[in-house]
């Protein structure tokens, strides 16, 4: 087949589909509250003809669509959730829910799928199975754990799944690839630090946790800088550091929340058991006590390399080689599509945004997903279903 025509059949149905992400847009609806975008969602689904399942997760949607008698199976996912955000674009479309937003671009991720869903039912170019998944919860919800925990894959078995992420500052109709570990893992730790508060004129009679804090704030670095291979990657930020109330009094207790992350599973176990030492030590030899929690978060997002050379050649396939970027580097943000690789090869990629208009990046008020990317990644969805279910 031409990949002209492919592209003329996706651009046909594209002002439409657009209309769709217009609408999710000023709809935005925050994790596991996806009830009105997860609606939409199964109402196109069934109408193109999917067998359509609700509730896993929660608000997930899975549309399933069998063509031939091919015993091959693929999974795609969108995400559906908004941000707490307060959207600052000004456009006609713009949210109308204040303090949330689409500022991931998850309205274009779905949208961009429901585009490629409409056109392999027109079509039916493939032989197998194909399940389209929308998930709730990306933003720090877990959704994608939620639905394989409620059976995903048993229900729907997948021989690969593959997702794909806007990014901001990536050329309009490029895609980009990594094979190996591509997002890192993300874990939270509280530390709430308990000494003995007193008059700031007598800290010999008190237990100081500002000090004992600041102390284990110090340390941590060295956790990077001295235990981590300096060839592998490894972040540790505290980003909450909370204690006291006046000048003139030690408190009794002091609150810190670190942000850690690694690109390597055995890293990651290392810096747990680092912060759970340092802590420790730093504490007892400043006279304070410390309660650690430790709360894993999303896992290290591993793309296969078979899948990933498979997407890449189906990406140069509809694209040419100048425009899919191989070996993109790794960023330290993370993706809850990680549970799903743990579980199915697959492969995690990225679609172009724009490096103009479309590099405002995502999490911001001023963020947009661009609609002239939303082409190059329904062809790709398409021909991904047509060249893999054969
Ligand atoms: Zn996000
Ligand atoms: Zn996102």
């Given at each position: ?56 997760g ?21 995400d ?6 307060t ?13 949330k ?27 197998g ?52 570990p ?6 939270r ?34 956790i ?8 592998l ?9 909370q ?25 990651r ?21 410390a ?32 425009r ?28 172009g ?34 060249r893999?279910?054969?």
């Open positions: 087949m031409q990949m002209n025509t492919l592209r003329e059949e996706i651009a046909e149905l594209l002002p439409e589909m657009i209309g769709v992400r217009h609408h999710i847009h000023q709809h935005p609806e925050l994790a596991y509250e996806e009830h009105a975008t997860s609606d939409l969602v199964a109402q196109r689904l069934a109408e193109w003809g999917y067998e359509v399942h609700r509730g896993l929660g608000t997930g949607v899975v549309g399933r669509l069998r063509q031939g008698s091919g015993g091959k199976s693929i999974g795609l996912r969108a559906m959730d908004a941000l707490p955000i959207e600052a674009t000004g456009l006609p479309y713009a949210s109308q829910h204040h303090g937003m689409h500022a991931c671009g998850h309205d274009g991720h779905t949208a961009t799928l429901l585009a490629a869903a409409r056109h392999l039912a027109q079509t039916r170019r493939f032989n199975t194909l399940n389209l998944i929308f998930q709730p919860a990306e933003e720090g919800g877990g959704g994608a754990l939620r639905m394989v925990q409620d059976g995903l894959f048993e229900k729907f078995p997948c021989d690969a799944v593959f997702g794909l992420h806007n990014a901001p500052g990536q050329p309009v109709g490029t895609l980009a690839f990594r094979s190996g591509t997002l890192a893992s993300a874990d730790v509280v530390i709430v630090l308990k000494g003995r508060g007193g008059h700031a004129a007598m800290p010999h009679f008190s237990a100081d946790p500002i000090v004992a804090g600041s102390s284990i704030v110090m340390a941590l670095q060295s990077v800088a001295r235990n981590v291979d300096p060839l990657s490894a972040v540790v930020t505290v980003g909450l550091f204690s006291g109330t006046v000048n003139n009094v030690i408190p009794g207790t002091a609150r810190l929340e670190l942000s850690v992350r690694a690109l390597d599973r055995e890293v176990k290392l810096l747990r058991q680092r912060i759970q030492e340092v802590v420790s030590s730093q504490a007892a030899s400043l006279g304070v006590t309660e650690v929690n430790y709360e894993e978060g999303y896992p290290v997002l591993v793309n296969t390399q078979a899948e990933t050379d498979f997407a890449a050649r189906v990406a140069t396939e509809l694209l040419g080689p100048q899919v970027l191989l070996d993109k580097p790794p960023v330290m943000g993370s993706e809850d599509f990680a549970f799903m690789l743990e579980h199915r090869p697959g492969c995690y990629l990225f679609l945004n724009g490096d103009g208009a479309g590099s405002c990046m995502v999490h911001n008020p001023g963020y947009d997903f661009n609609d002239a990317a939303m082409e190059t990644g329904a062809a790709f969805w398409s021909l991904l279903v047509e893999y279910l054969i």
